[in-house]
């Protein structure tokens, strides 16, 4: 079992900045792959960012340029840092963890208005 705690979610002003986090404890695998997806009212939850283990990210068209990812293996934890922020970049934002099973966070609430 892995279990994923998420923080940084908030209220911001359009063109702010927020930093979220994830860590993850319990029986971690070697190899995974963690991530950040995110989910509108009245949409479906979308992808966002994803790292692997071993580094590799992919973040999505959507809020390239604008977001990073990034993780600390040694603390199991990742971070996806979200810069130029825009309304549409509202909504709950949850961790992933893809090992040799998939696991969600609770999620953590993102809202960017004036």
């Known amino acids: 079992q892995v279990q994923l705690v998420e923080s940084g979610g908030g209220l911001v002003q359009p063109g702010g900045s927020l930093r979220l986090s994830c860590t993850a404890s319990g029986t971690i695998d070697s190899i995974d792959v963690m991530g950040w997806f995110r989910q509108a009212p009245g949409n479906q939850r979308e992808w966002v960012a994803i790292i692997t283990s071993g580094g590799s990210a992919n973040i999505a068209e959507t809020v390239k340029g604008r977001f990073t990812i990034s993780r600390d293996n040694g603390k199991n934890t990742v971070y996806l840092q979200m810069n130029s922020l825009k309304p549409e970049d509202t909504g709950v934002y949850y961790c992933?963890?893809?090992?040799?099973?998939?696991?969600w966070g609770q999620g953590t609430q993102v809202t960017v208005s004036s």
């Open positions: 992933n963890y893809v090992g040799k099973r998939n696991y």
